[in-house]
Structures are given as structure tokens and as C-alpha cells.
């Protein structure tokens, strides 16, 4: 697959990690994406992909692209054979200032992009992403679209200080001293990021916690799953496990199968560092 990506500049700088392409032939159909602090915003250019998020029976079709914020539960992705959209990976608060509504209204149920900007608005932006002859060319298409977009959003500076402390720790900052080192109230620190995240400070804090202990796994080599677990500070190996499947869909062995499959599989591809084959 083509992967083409940069960091925006400013005022995106602070939102948004990297904006970029990805054209090709997809290594699996479908791929699990486990929960992580770390939501997406994808224009699709080819055919519709398919999302089952959440607890979701069944996948939807998402023609034009999506906006997901911070997810609580694995979710499935399924792309069109071959494959092209640009989108951008974005901060835990990055979003927000590109909505309409509270992010907590979008948690585990991705909008499409025709629901957050209009159809007009959305079929105006791939036609002219389409019409743009150079992948980094498209990116700057992206960007100033994004940029023209932002909007104030209340709140904005102390979810992204809270949450940049949060991240800085790997999910185990206290979150109640925050508040109280903000003169703000917990409850008012939780309303504000339910509007700007999606999730409280908590469901954030145990997202980077999980994903910086799974990450940090050499799947290569035999895993103490009681050393992983007491580790990152989960009180019983059963907690771990459990956070493990609401996480990944997967158990903590049956994740390491997968992800030894794709590495076998698919060695150096663009998208091995956390997706899973879902088949």
C-alpha cells in the first residue's frame, strides 16, 4: 500500500498528530482496530468501507468517510479492494473543534462526513481531493478545509492540558489533582471532556494506560502476562483480562496469535503497528 503522511502546521499543529494517504490493496478485508485514545477522521475515495463499532451486531456502510471519536471498544474496519482515502490522525481533543455537536453524541457510533459537514460540503471536498494530481497536494487540499472549519470550543485549553498530562503518564496521573492544580471541579472537568473527548478523564486515562502497555510488547518473544498486568498496575491478572477483551475484542493470547500473524504476514507493512486481522 502507499502511505503518505506530515504533521500540519499551524493552528493544526495542536489537534491534529498527522494528516495523510493511503491508496492500495488493504492486507486483510478486515481489521480490527483495538480501542485507543486516538481518534480518526478519513475521506474516502474509493468504494464505501465498512464500520462495525461498538457493540454493533452488524457493519455499516460509510460511502463518503468518517469522524471517529475516542472509542471504547474495539471496532472493525472493513476496506474496499483496492482502496484510497486522506484523513487525519487526531489529539483526544482534536476533533471537536471540526463537529457540530458534543463528541460524547458521536462515542462508538462514527458519523459520517456528509453528517458532520452537510452533503454539499462533503462532495465538494472529495471531488476537489480527487482532482488534486499529487498525494501532498491532497494533503494540503485536507488542511485547509480543516482549518477553515475550526470552530471555538468551550473548555478547549483545559481538556488538552489535562489530557496532555494524562498522556505524558501513560493513563496513571492522578486525574482528581488535575482538576484541583486547575481550580476547577471534577464535575466540570468530567462535563467537558465528555463534550470535547467524548469520554471522562478516567476512560481516557485507562485508554492510554492499556494501549501503552500493549504497544510496548514484544510479541516475538514469550509474554508473563501476570508480570504485563502488575506492571501497568491492573490490582488482578482476571481486571487485566477483562479490560483486555473490552479493549481489544480479543484475549490477551489470542491477540499475541494475531498479531504474530500479521508481522509473519505482511513484515514492515504501513499499517502493522496496531490494527489485527479480523478474519
Not at 18 to 25: A, K
Request: aromatic residues 8%.
Amino acid at each position: 500500500m502507499k502511505y503518505v503522511s506530515r504533521a500540519p502546521g499551524p493552528p493544526l499543529d495542536g489537534l491534529i498528530d498527522d494528516l495523510y494517504y493511503l491508496e492500495g490493496v488493504p492486507p486483510y478485508p478486515r481489521l480490527i482496530l483495538p480501542a485507543a485514545p486516538a481518534p480518526l477522521l478519513i475521506v474516502n475515495l474509493g468504494a464505501p468501507f465498512r464500520i462495525r463499532a461498538g457493540t454493533d451486531a452488524d457493519a455499516v456502510e460509510y460511502p463518503d468517510g468518517c469522524a471517529v471519536v475516542t472509542p471504547t471498544r474495539a471496532w472493525e474496519f472493513g476496506y474496499p479492494t483496492p482502496t484510497r482515502s486522506v484523513g487525519a490522525h487526531v489529539k483526544p481533543w482534536g476533533l471537536a473543534p471540526l463537529l457540530p455537536v458534543p463528541a460524547a453524541e458521536l462515542c462508538d457510533r462514527p458519523a459520517t462526513v456528509e453528517q458532520i459537514w452537510g452533503r454539499t460540503a462533503a462532495d465538494d471536498l472529495r471531488q476537489r481531493l480527487a482532482s488534486a494530481p499529487t498525494p501532498h497536494e491532497m494533503l494540503t487540499v485536507l488542511e485547509e478545509e480543516l482549518v477553515r472549519r475550526l470552530r471555538v470550543v468551550d473548555g478547549l485549553d483545559l481538556v488538552r492540558e489535562v489530557s496532555s498530562a494524562v498522556a505524558a503518564t501513560g493513563g496513571t496521573v492522578p486525574i482528581g489533582g488535575i482538576g484541583a492544580a486547575a481550580h476547577v471541579s471534577s464535575t466540570y472537568v468530567a462535563k467537558r471532556f465528555k463534550a470535547v473527548v467524548g469520554v471522562t478523564p478516567k476512560r481516557l486515562a485507562r485508554g492510554y494506560r492499556f494501549s501503552s502497555t500493549v504497544l510496548a510488547l514484544d510479541v516475538t518473544a514469550p509474554i508473563d502476562w501476570a508480570e504485563v498486568a502488575a506492571g501497568a498496575g491492573y490490582f488482578d491478572q482476571a481486571h487485566f483480562v477483562r479490560e483486555f477483551r473490552e479493549f481489544t475484542g480479543l484475549t490477551p493470547t489470542r491477540y499475541t496469535e494475531v498479531r504474530r500473524r500479521f508481522l509473519r504476514d505482511h513484515p514492515g507493512h504501513v499499517l502493522a503497528g496496531w490494527p489485527l486481522p479480523a478474519d
